[in-house]
């Protein structure tokens, strides 16, 4: 590679971080402000309401209440950047702790599914793909379109009406863990909420993979390289398996944004602790703290899971190595 | 042309199975209320009680029947999901068409609030929202709305920018046709077919969204009768007396799967019709 377009590819990459950063500072900006319409004083909130003004009005200079909005932003992104975002308005505890061990149970939840479900829809792409409009092809179709209908709780509910209660009573449909407990220590009770993250992204995944699997098979040089006689299974590796790379990479990151996003629902099915039902849990009692930090932290990971995505397909694509968006 | 394209789409199985599950459903929904054996928040009997004659499907978890709640509780699905579906769609293609025309600071500054918007997973961004809103049922559509503006303005927006670049718009500027009349006639005709598959992919979407909510605690309230909130109030005694959960569920499923087989029907006409808008 020459230097120009390696300069080209740093100024890029450079300019696309630097878009990545002002995005989450802008996200904190409005998640700061939308909490701040809350209704309600966070003060009276954790004194109850036979507690005297004058408690009340100590308790709000304690939080910082009573400070311009400025202030009080730049104090809780302080606090935020530095580890100490503030204590729960409900249980009092810090909001670091509270959402350590949940942080991890979801992250375990997302990287188990998304390491299924990325190899999972390459194959069945790449095997429909391959035999288009074959009944293998067809079925593919078929089971992928009922699968995109169907909303992703919907799909976990089904499982566990399948799976758990009536008909083949044969796993676990809620997650039991003690607090610091591992939730690959019972693999079992993971199966079904895997699963239903898996069932909701395959369909989209699979379908991307199919379509760019079909477009190398029409092109030009696969065209060309069979009818010089190169062997089929080489044609598979050396053209349409490359080919299929970056599908496969904007595939895993979209994959991951779309499943960050899943397991709140997921997660309130199944009783996971993790990030999604704090949040839910958070919403329901106003607890703004934890509702800041848990909206925050998926807004960052979606956006450095899109970052991800297209600097690493930048890197594998040569022509848009210099193509600078 | 899209009145033709629709009635060529007509002509898809798939089009015509998703209309008649849709059509199945929204006639529960609609003469549902009527036929009730029930008043939705009567107490009929023991909380979860079997099947009987005074209530077919059972009882929920206070004891109110199972069939009269089904019945009564879908209209808040639907028209929760159709109006916020509505100004959802209207709003994005709005702004996406507005940034894709002035391009320049007007682009960049719209575009780049839709990035902000889309940075959060849109049940985060509702459930953010709705904690502002302090569960209010009326706020609902609204909430929907903003959490599809930004993928619904970046379509608009790429539609839009395509067909402002070609020749005929320019040569409208050139004759000094007003703004607001190039966009009706030259900008919205082209993306306006983008926008009805997007229309129905966002209406199956909201159909979920909105079940989830109240699923979640965010949308509506006890004592109203609602598929959603009929599936979590009865999640707990799910192997005790399943028809609580189980036909809210179901009935949430088909009428998802009808309005996708709308969509999937239409868009597969659109690609047939013209290959390079779409694919399936």
Not at chain 1, 91 to 116: C, F, K, M, P, Y
Not at chain 2, 116 to 121: E, M, Q
Request: hydrophobic share 55%; aromatic share 6%; with cysteine.
């Amino acid at each position: 590679m020459d230097g120009s377009s390696s300069v080209a590819r740093r100024l890029w990459l450079s300019r696309r971080l630097l878009l990545g950063v002002v995005v989450v500072l802008l996200v904190s900006v409005l998640v700061f402000l939308a909490t701040q319409v809350l209704p309600g004083d966070p003060a009276r909130a954790v004194l109850g309401h036979d507690a005297t003004p004058e408690r009340v009005a100590a308790l709000r200079t304690e939080l910082g209440l009573d400070r311009p909005i400025l202030d009080q932003y730049f104090a809780w992104l302080g606090g935020v950047l530095s580890g100490d975002p503030g204590r729960s308005l409900v249980t009092q505890e810090q909001v670091s702790t509270l959402i350590g061990d949940r942080a991890v149970n979801s992250a375990v939840l997302v990287l188990v599914a998304a390491a299924i479900v990325v190899p999972l829809s390459v194959f069945v792409g790449a095997w429909a793909g391959r035999r288009r409009d074959r009944p293998v092809d067809r079925v593919v179709l078929v089971v992928t379109l009922g699968l995109t209908a169907l909303p992703e709780f919907i799909i976990a509910l089904l499982l566990v009406i399948l799976f758990s209660t009536s008909v083949f009573p044969v796993l676990p449909g809620t997650v039991l863990l003690a607090p610091g407990q591992s939730p690959l220590s019972n693999a079992e009770q993971l199966v079904l909420p895997v699963v239903a993250l898996v069932l909701g992204v395959l369909p989209y995944l699979a379908r991307l993979v199919r379509g760019s699997v079909i477009d190398v098979y029409e092109s030009e040089y696969v065209r060309t390289a069979r009818l010089k006689g190169v062997p089929e299974r080489v044609v598979l590796r050396r053209h349409v398996l490359r080919n299929a790379l970056v599908p496969a990479i904007q595939g895993t990151s979209l994959a991951l944004a779309y499943l960050t996003g899943g397991i709140v629902v997921i997660e309130q099915v199944f009783n996971y602790p993790g990030l999604g039902s704090a949040l839910v849990d958070a919403v329901n009692n106003r607890d703004v703290p934890v509702i800041q930090l848990i909206c925050l932290i998926f807004a960052a990971c979606y956006v450095v899971f899109n970052l991800i995505g297209d600097v690493l397909t930048v890197y594998v694509t040569p022509r848009l190595r210099t193509a600078g968006r | 042309m899209n009145t033709t394209l629709l009635r060529r789409s007509l002509r898809e199985p798939r089009m015509r199975i998703g209309l008649v599950l849709t059509g199945l459903i929204l006639l529960v929904i609609v003469v549902g209320p009527l036929i009730a054996p029930h008043a939705h928040s009567d107490i009929v009997g023991a909380p979860y009680a079997p099947s009987s004659a005074t209530a077919l499907l059972g009882t929920d978890y206070l004891g109110e029947d199972v069939l009269s709640r089904v019945l009564a509780g879908g209209q808040s699905i639907v028209w929760i999901s159709f109006v916020g579906t509505l100004v959802g769609v209207t709003a994005g293609a709005v702004i996406g068409m507005t940034a894709a025309y002035s391009g320049g600071v007007m682009d960049e500054l719209l575009m780049r609030a839709m990035d902000v918007l889309r940075a959060f997973p849109p049940l985060v961004l509702i459930l953010l929202l709705m904690a502002m809103a302090g569960a209010d049922t009326a706020l609902m559509p609204l909430i929907v709305a903003i959490a599809w503006l930004p993928q619904v303005a970046r379509v608009a927006y790429g539609a839009a920018r395509e067909v402002v670049s070609r020749e005929f718009v320019e040569s409208a500027e050139t004759l000094g046709a007003p703004r607001l009349r190039i966009v009706r006639r030259e900008i919205l005709p082209n993306v306006m077919t983008p926008l009805m598959v997007e229309f129905g992919l966002r209406l199956t979407w909201s159909i979920g969204v909105v079940t989830a909510m109240s699923f979640l605690g965010v949308g509506l309230q006890p004592p109203a009768a609602d598929w959603g909130l009929m599936i979590k109030e009865n999640y707990q005694g799910l192997a005790l007396q399943p028809w609580g959960v189980v036909v809210p569920v179901l009935c949430v499923a088909l009428f998802t799967f009808g309005t996708n087989l709308i969509t999937e029907g239409f868009a597969r006409t659109v690609a047939r019709v013209s290959p390079q808008e779409g694919h399936s």
